[in-house]
């Protein structure tokens, strides 16, 4: 039930706004929110295999495999851990309520998490969006809430725990795949009339398993394809089974170590300034440099292995030993480079056109879903598996600018976007004012 201003303490009425907020904060939530869609566009137009292999859309030479390229050494990984940074940040920002009670702050966290993971199952599953992050935010947000009262050195000790219990997690899977995959081999090479041992029987099922896990077998593909065309139901029933998956097994094996680790290093840096653009232009400077000069080639290198080893699960994304220090570094990268940005005053007009879209994140994010799955999804225009990667990239531009200018247009005259006051009403149990004065 929502309160009236005069029921809640003078300090927490109302959500910052305005010249409150950090620009450089939202300018960097912004390109994060835009570049995040870099990869998703992948699993909205293609099987969801292509997250993780080119050859499931035959982006494997010419201009395909040059975008693919791109995505994977200038973007995977690192849009989305920043953007996991910025929300431990926000956390900060948000208990940043001098004066208030503590407990009804604590109340107010609690229930602004609980509603995120609301609007995560909304986007997951009435949505139909597989690749929804909004959940697996608000499971690690009620974790986070225990470590904000650490120093930035604590937290940074913290973050660096679960990263590396991350990257262990990649390091085991890589090797079992490897092993396996030659099992498998071995097993394949076997001359005409020679049987396999159980041993090897079990590999190949296992083999067989993992493929159809990950979205790399064909009959799987073809089964998503079919569905993915069909109405709402038969798209329903798909993506809710594989969202079922990652939001139990996926979420407790990686994606909320994945989250978690992010956060906590977004807090230290916020404790540290990093964000607000205020540290020197040589720590900005050197932060750009550091970050892109270990990501890129890291990147680079483990791209390219993937395409030596003819494309092995081994070398996917998500399996490599080196993926967390190559999109942090990469993540670091940006940070430096869009704070430097920020900092000089350059580009001003696009600073605020990018603070606008990060400003309303949470709309943009869930009209990326509404967008796509439209073009897409046979509930809508139906060009799913339809088209290459050129063609989705244009979209992804169109995409772009059409956001840019509706945050534009909407933020001239409102105070949040739609998804942000209803988020924020429900927080502070009161209707917050939407129209900006004199609007």
């Not at 959940?135 to 660096?160: D, H, K, M, P």
């Not at 990268?333 to 605020?352: D, E, F, K, N």
């Amino acid at each position: 039930m929502l309160r009236s201003m005069s029921e809640l303490s003078p300090t927490i009425q109302a959500p910052v706004s305005g010249k409150a907020r950090i620009q450089s904060i939202d300018t960097l939530r912004g390109v994060a929110l835009l570049g995040i869609l870099v990869i998703n566009i992948l699993a909205f137009a293609q099987p969801f295999g292509a997250l993780s292999d080119p050859r499931v859309d035959g982006a494997t030479e010419g201009l395909n495999f040059a975008l693919f390229a791109g995505a994977e050494i200038f973007v995977e990984g690192g849009m989305r851990a920043i953007f996991s940074m910025l929300f431990g940040a926000g956390l900060l920002i948000f208990m940043n309520k001098p004066g208030a009670d503590p407990g009804e702050v604590r109340g107010m966290y609690y229930r602004r998490t609980g509603l995120l993971i609301l609007f995560g199952l909304f986007n997951a599953y009435a949505l139909l969006w597989v690749g929804d992050i909004l959940f697996i935010y608000g499971v690690a947000g009620l974790l986070l809430f225990l470590f904000r009262g650490l120093s930035a050195r604590a937290l940074l000790f913290w973050a660096i725990g679960v990263l590396l219990f991350t990257t262990l997690i990649h390091v085991g899977v890589h090797y079992t795949l490897r092993y396996l995959g030659e099992a498998v081999a071995e097993a394949q090479a076997l001359a005409p009339g020679v049987e396999m041992s159980e041993q090897q029987r079990e590999a190949v099922q296992t083999w067989d398993a993992m493929l159809a896990d990950q979205g790399l077998s064909e009959a799987g593909q073809a089964e998503e394809i079919e569905a993915r065309r069909s109405g709402y139901l038969d798209n329903f029933v798909f993506s809710a089974g594989l969202t079922i998956y990652l939001q139990t097994v996926g979420l407790l094996v990686l994606g909320l170590w994945d989250a978690l680790g992010m956060m906590l290093l977004g807090m230290a840096l916020m404790k540290w300034r990093v964000f607000d653009a205020s540290r020197g232009t040589r720590f900005y400077l050197l932060l750009m440099l550091l970050g892109f000069g270990i990501g890129l080639p890291l990147n680079a290198w483990e791209t390219m292995t993937f395409v030596d080893s003819g494309y092995q699960p081994h070398w996917q994304s998500f399996n490599r030993p080196t993926y967390d220090l190559g999109r942090l570094s990469l993540a670091l990268g940006y940070v430096g480079l869009v704070m430097l940005i920020c900092r000089s005053g350059a580009l001003s007009r696009l600073q605020a056109a990018l603070a606008n879209v990060g400003q309303m994140a949470l709309t943009n994010y869930l009209m990326q879903t509404v967008l796509c799955n439209f073009v897409f999804l046979g509930i809508g225009l139906g060009q799913f598996a339809a088209w290459e990667r050129p063609g989705m990239y244009l979209f992804v531009l169109g995409v772009w600018l059409f956001q840019i200018v509706f945050s534009l247009i909407w933020l001239s005259r409102y105070r949040f976007g739609p998804c942000e006051w209803l988020w924020r009403s429900l927080t502070y149990r009161r209707r917050q004012p939407m129209l900006k004065a004199g609007a």
